[in-house]
Each structure stands twice: as C-alpha cells, then as structure tokens.
C-alpha cells in the first residue's frame, strides 16, 4: 500500500516535513543509548535538575483526591496566587481575572497562535519550539537577525525595521529571557526601547518568562513593566520550581487584551477542557511564595551561576566563542574556529558536528540549526544540567552555605559536567 497517497493517511502539509521537537528528540535519544549500556552525559534537553520544593510536593499529595473538571481558565485559588505573584514580584495591579491556566505554557504558546491572527515574529536564536508551531498553524514566522557581539539579543531598531514597511501588519513579538538558549537577559533599557518600539506598531508581545526566577542575581523585570497593555507575560512551574513534567504553565494577560484570552478560553474548552486538578491545587502552594520558596531560589541560582560561569570559561579556553550566561541553564558556544580540522572529518554542519559529538564522546548538545541558523553555522546548545540537583542544593545550603562558590564545588556537585567539558576538550584537541 502506499500510504503517502492513499487519502485514508492525508497528512496536513503544515505538518508534512516538520520533525519531532529537538529537545525532546534528543532525551529520548540519549535515553535509548543510555539504556544499551552506553554513558551518554545529556546535555541537550533543557529540564531543571532541581527537585520539586518539599511543600509544593506535600501540596499534591494532599490534593491527589481532587478529581473535578475545574474552571477551563483555570482554578480561582490559582489565578489569585498567581496574580499576588506577579504584583508582588513585577509592582503590578493584575487581578485573578487577567491570569489563564494552561497545561504547560508550550500549549498557551499554541492556542495564542490560533486565536490571534498575526505574524509571528521571533528574534534568532529562539527556543525550538515557537516556530514549528506558527508552521502547524498555517502563520508566517519572521526571524529578526540579533548578533554575537550584543549577546544574541534583539534591538528595537531591528524590532523597527520589520514594522514599518507595513506599520498596522498585525504581529505577535516573541521575547524570551534569560534566554533559551542562550542564557542572555536584558538591561532595562533594553527592554524599554523594545517597549517603545511595540507600542508604535500596537503588537501583541508574548514575554516568554519561564526562565525569569532563574536570573543568576535574582533581578529579572519584565517588559510589562514598559507595556503593559500589550504584553502577555508567560510562565509556569517548569524551569524555576523543577516541575516540568507536572505540565502547569500560566499566561498574564493586560485587561486591554481580555477579548484574546476569553478566545483562547474558548479553544481550551474545546480541546483539553481544564489543567489537571491535583497540580492545579499544589501550584498555590508554589505562587504563594515564602520563606521556604526564596531559599529554594536563593541556592538554585548560586548553584546555577557558578556552574555555568565554569562551563563558560572551559568552553572558552577549549577554543569555542560563548557568551557568559545571565540566568537560565544554557550556553550556545560556537565552534567555528575548529572549520578546518572539522571539514577534514566531514563534519560541514552543526547536525553533524553534534552527531560526531555524540559518537565520540558519549556529550549530548543540539545544534544551531533547531534554533533557527543555517545548517553550517557551527554552534550548538548546551544545556548544563546533567547533575543531581538534590544533593547540589544540600551542598550550597550546608557545607558551602558561608563560602562563595567555586570549582572546588562544581567538581563535587557536578562531576558529570566536568567530565563532559574534559571529553569535549580532548576530543576537539584530537581534531
């Protein structure tokens, strides 16, 4: 039978060609050869090493009974705690009714491009996710050029030069910092300029702050700050509270944009129905904050800095460009130096230059071409997170708790990153 053609198995050409996500693609990858007895050191999935806060676990327990079908936009005891965590953290005047719950922001991120019928504009390198999604959808997506030298970060005369040739175009603008995957942020002026630039165009400007609790000096701001009526602020329990497979994410919205997330809603109401009940009624415990939660972050970002400031400086001594990280869990180092040598080796692309990695040397990264550069742009993602997170925050808060972090600790918590660098570096040096 041939199934491309039998009209039984017509796939949606939006669809036709697009591959799995990357990261998810490449866990199940280093999964499967990890499972044949091969040490795979994973690198490439972004997921928090750290474990889920003690009382935000208690909470689910607690809550394992609840079975209802809740709200579809979401639990009120949520949005309340979701909304004093915005207002508390951002110095806004959000309400429980401006706060959509979602199962995970990635389905949000969907439902906001079926809603809105509007380009989609996304600053290069991006998250691997956003783009196949306007793909699917059937919308155009607009990279906007960024550059090394100012951290791979979007200028609002970048953001300007896209807009004004069709000025009342309508767009929705991706900002996500710290960054996936580069581990940049923002300055505030930064992110005003941008601001100043959304608001001459009115687009819908989704700020993509998953990674926000994460900034390495607990400072991130957002850009609602600048726009509030346009900006959609996005976040969940993934990346700062470790709970990406509990699949909770929230999205903020301003009252100017109320009409969008009641269409929203109403596409909720017709495909997933409502966020599961028992992580909705745990989340509270997480929003609410305390003493508890500011400790969790506090050492969370002590861990994180010192290590990617250790993996950014081995990087660079091994030969790669990288910019030093902000916030986050990533690097995105390039290894266009090493052309030559490579080329002799066939390796011509960051596919192939993440696949030899791999074979070689057991380190699993992705390539710069799922996050939107061409094939031979030799740069990969890095995603430092293969150490038990546990036993990193027991270190910092105990027997490191009145000493600075150094390599002495990143050599006890996290011996598998230091393996990973040592491999990459005799392999690359071996070229």
Not at 221 to 233: D, F, N, Q, V
Not at 244 to 255: A, K, Q
Request: with cysteine.
């Amino acid at each position: 039978m041939d199934i491309q053609n039998d009209h039984r198995f017509a796939i949606n050409l939006n669809v036709r060609g697009i591959q799995p996500s990357a990261t998810l693609r490449i866990n199940e990858l280093s999964n499967q050869l990890k499972s044949e007895g091969k040490d795979i050191i994973k690198l490439g999935l972004g997921q928090s090493p750290f474990p889920v806060p003690d009382r935000v676990v208690e909470a689910l327990r607690e809550h394992a009974h609840e079975k209802d079908y809740l709200p579809v936009k979401g639990l009120k005891g949520l949005r309340e705690a979701i909304a004093g965590y915005i207002n508390r953290s951002e110095r806004m005047r959000c309400t429980w009714e401006d706060v959509l719950i979602g199962p995970g922001s990635k389905e949000l991120l969907f439902m906001l491009q079926l809603a809105y019928y509007g380009d989609l504009l996304i600053p290069r390198p991006s998250w691997v996710s956003y783009a196949p999604q306007a793909r699917i959808i059937g919308r155009s997506v607009h990279w906007l050029p960024t550059h090394a030298e100012n951290n791979w970060q979007l200028t609002a005369e970048e953001l300007d030069i896209i807009c004004r040739d069709d000025p009342s175009r309508p767009r929705i603008l991706i900002l996500n910092y710290p960054s996936n995957p580069t581990g940049c942020t923002y300055t505030d002026d930064q992110l005003l300029a941008i601001a100043n630039v959304a608001r001459r165009y009115k687009l819908i400007l989704l700020s993509d702050e998953i990674y926000g609790e994460v900034h390495f000096e607990g400072k991130h701001k957002s850009i609602a700050r600048y726009y509030p009526e346009g900006t959609i602020i996005s976040t969940g329990l993934s990346k700062w509270a470790g709970a990406g497979g509990w699949r909770l994410g929230t999205f903020i919205f301003p009252r100017e944009l109320r009409p969008l997330q009641d269409a929203m809603a109403i596409i909720a109401s017709e495909t997933y129905t409502a966020t599961s009940a028992p992580i909705q009624h745990a989340a509270i415990a997480a929003f609410n904050g305390g003493d508890d939660i500011e400790e969790y972050l506090k050492q969370s970002r002590r861990v994180l800095k010192v290590v990617g400031e250790y993996m950014h400086r081995r990087l660079i001594e091994m030969g790669a460009v990288v910019q030093k990280p902000e916030g986050a869990f990533y690097l995105f180092p390039d290894f266009s130096g090493f052309r030559e040598q490579l080329a002799k080796k066939d390796i011509k692309t960051s596919q192939a230059f993440c696949q030899a990695l791999l074979e070689n040397t057991g380190v699993a990264i992705l390539p710069a071409s799922d996050f939107g550069f061409v094939p031979d742009h030799l740069a990969a993602r890095l995603a430092f997170v293969d150490f038990d997170g546990a036993e990193s925050l027991h270190l910092a808060g105990g027997d490191y708790a009145a000493q600075e972090l150094g390599d002495d600790f990143v050599k006890q918590a996290c011996p598998r990153l230091v393996k990973a660098m040592d491999k990459m570096e005799q392999w690359l040096n071996s070229l």
